[in-house]
């Protein structure tokens, strides 16, 4: 059994999750093995479309056994019903595009970390009042990208943000984040490019995830 606070230290250390969807299992696995051999260590399947939950449950499973320190959480999650159903698959973090006070208690009950969309310092405060250990600035180019997270954590030092949105695998987009003070990033098509994934070149994938976190390793606030 993994601990809440286990996950948000992978989360945290790690500093980048990519965002990833697709309705082939084979696929999704094939991508978040690329990943893991990448160096990445958290991996949020998004729930986009009809039968996400079998392939997420599918995935769930193969990490337990092909990628035994992979945390794998579940993305675009709105309502506190299909929260639960994927924690009961394994989910072991849940991110939305939004704050859900219903989400929190569901989550928090099971000592599962909610990671909720905010777009203002209000919405960050409310999911902090709510047990959010990490709010999720979203879509973080549009509100104000890292210029509105050092504007955030200088009254509210304590918050931890991870940026999805606007964030690219070059390293002065990178440096611009993490400069900032962000926990950690969230990154899909950018990272795992649709073209990389149709030719199967998981090198690839896995190559870029390595430049990332050596980018992420060089700026990142102590």
Not at 56 to 85: H, N, Q, R, W
Not at 169 to 177: R, S
């Amino acid at each position: 059994m993994h601990s809440k606070l286990h996950t948000l230290n992978i989360m945290i250390a790690t500093g980048m999750v990519p965002v990833f969807y697709h309705d082939d299992t084979a696929t999704a696995k094939s991508v978040m093995q690329a990943c893991y051999d990448g160096g990445v260590r958290a991996f949020e399947f998004t729930n986009r479309g009809a039968f996400a939950h079998e392939v997420f449950a599918s995935l769930s499973k193969y990490a337990a056994e092909e990628c035994p320190d992979m945390v794998l959480g579940v993305g675009t999650i709105v309502d506190a019903p299909t929260a639960a159903a994927y924690m009961q698959m394994g989910a072991r973090f849940v991110v939305g595009p939004l704050f859900n006070a219903e989400i929190a208690r569901t989550c928090n009950r099971r000592q599962i970390p909610y990671i909720p969309g905010c777009g203002t310092a209000s919405e960050i405060g409310w999911a902090q009042e709510a047990g959010c250990d990490i709010c999720k600035i979203f879509p973080g180019g549009s509100v104000g990208g890292p210029s509105f997270v050092s504007a955030v954590l200088a009254p509210m030092p304590w918050t931890r943000i991870m940026a999805t949105g606007g964030v690219a695998p070059e390293e002065e987009n990178l440096a611009a984040w993490f400069r900032a003070g962000v926990s950690c990033v969230g990154m899909g098509s950018r990272l795992l490019p649709k073209e990389a994934i149709a030719n199967r070149d998981w090198g690839r994938i896995s190559r870029v995830c390595e430049t990332v976190l050596l980018i992420i390793k060089k700026y990142r606030q102590t």
